[in-house]
């Protein structure tokens, strides 16, 4: 030996990088993959347009019409995405959003075309909900006082839900945190003859920042300043998180979400290990948006983070994930 004596080395014989060595290596060994069968494709339609209106914070991301609508869907199918999330922007707002159980509402008329054009090969989910419907952009009726009032609002989940499966949805995804929703929403399927429609239930959803784009997206701003703090979790909270997983699971929601997904890998994992019912996480509007500043700007490559984002959601244990990447990802996988 030459130079100082710093010191023995001893030779490693564990050496974790062996299996690091190549790409073919490296997927070989790895653990967790990303599916095109996992993602679901959020969708906007948008009544009484002629032509696609992009999102300007959701670059990629339009408001469609029905038709280029069923053209985006029948392109997603081809490159084998199984299931889209719609979102619907009515023509006119009302006080209690009558669009969201209309039965001649843009998301029900939508509905109806994509179950035409692809029948039981794409599971076919409406957000259930009705913020994008009503004038004061809350999630409910607005009480006196300015509160959501809970079991009023309830009602009116249980007609949407109802006219959303008249129209063809497989599964109902309601997204406005009342307490009971999920167990009036079964009920008012079951009675209505719809005992196979499925709900996916946002249980853990958390009053984010994060929904920005979401809210250019469908065209919502909450009157007066409001938030949805007096409904959505606080993001502080774990295991009141497992409480309304609970409970949803408890109301028979089939499936259950976490949201977003991002800064709440931990609650990601914790549901994931304590139910027996698939856990979806929501890839959110405001993740995808600062994934696509950063990437403009050149500070990070911007489909590198993108993959690494979903494979983090799926390592956290969420079985599916809704995301504004979906056909983005679908087009690398066919690669
Ligand atoms: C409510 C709903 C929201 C999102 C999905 N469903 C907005 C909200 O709660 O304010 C947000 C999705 C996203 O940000 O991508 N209908």
């Known amino acids: 030996m030459t130079g100082p004596e710093i010191g023995r080395i001893d ?23 990303v599916r095109v069968d996992d993602l679901i494709a959020p969708l906007f339609v948008r009544e009484g347009i002629d032509e696609p209106v992009p999102i300007e914070s959701l670059p990629g991301v339009v408001q469609h019409t029905l038709e280029s609508l069923r053209s985006e869907v029948s392109e997603l199918v081809d490159l084998g995405v199984k299931s889209v999330i719609l979102f619907g922007i009515p023509a006119e707002k009302d006080e209690v959003g009558s669009q969201a159980y209309h039965p001649d509402g843009i998301v029900q008329q939508a509905l109806a075309a994509l179950l035409a054009d692809h029948g039981d090969r794409l599971v076919l989910m409406a957000d259930l909900c009705v913020d994008e419907y009503t004038s004061h952009g809350h999630c409910g009726i607005v009480d006196a006082r300015g509160d959501v ?55 853990a959803k958390y009053a984010s920042a994060l929904y920005g784009p979401f809210r250019d997206a469908v065209d919502v701003s909450i009157a007066d300043g409001g938030d949805r703090k007096g409904y959505q979790q606080d993001h502080r909270n774990v295991r009141e998180a497992i409480r309304e997983i609970d409970l949803d699971v408890a109301e028979g929601a089939d499936m259950v979400m976490v949201k977003p997904a991002l800064a709440y890998l931990d609650v990601i994992r914790d549901v994931a290990q304590h139910v027996d019912v698939p856990v979806a996480a929501y ?8 994934i696509h500043a950063a990437g403009e700007r050149g500070w990070i490559d911007a489909d590198a983070v993108a ?13 599916i994930i809704l995301t504004y990447f979906t056909r983005w990802f679908a087009e690398q996988a066919q690669r």
């Not at 890839?283 to 600062?290: I, L, P, Q, R, T």
């Open 307 to 319: 993959f690494e984002h979903l494979t983090s959601i799926k390592r956290a244990g969420a079985n």
């Open 149 to 203: 009032d809970n079991d009023a609002t309830l009602e009116l989940y249980a007609k949407a839900a109802v006219a959303q499966a008249t129209a063809g949805a497989h599964v109902v995804a309601p997204s406005g945190m009342m307490d009971g929703q999920v167990a009036v929403i079964r009920a008012a399927l079951d009675d209505a003859g719809f005992p196979d429609v499925a709900i996916l239930a946002y249980s």
């Open 11 to 33: 030779t490693p014989t564990a050496r974790p990088r062996r299996l690091r060595r190549s790409a073919a290596m490296r997927d070989l060994v790895s653990e967790v993959h």
């Open 283 to 290: 890839h959110v509007s405001g993740e995808y948006a600062m």
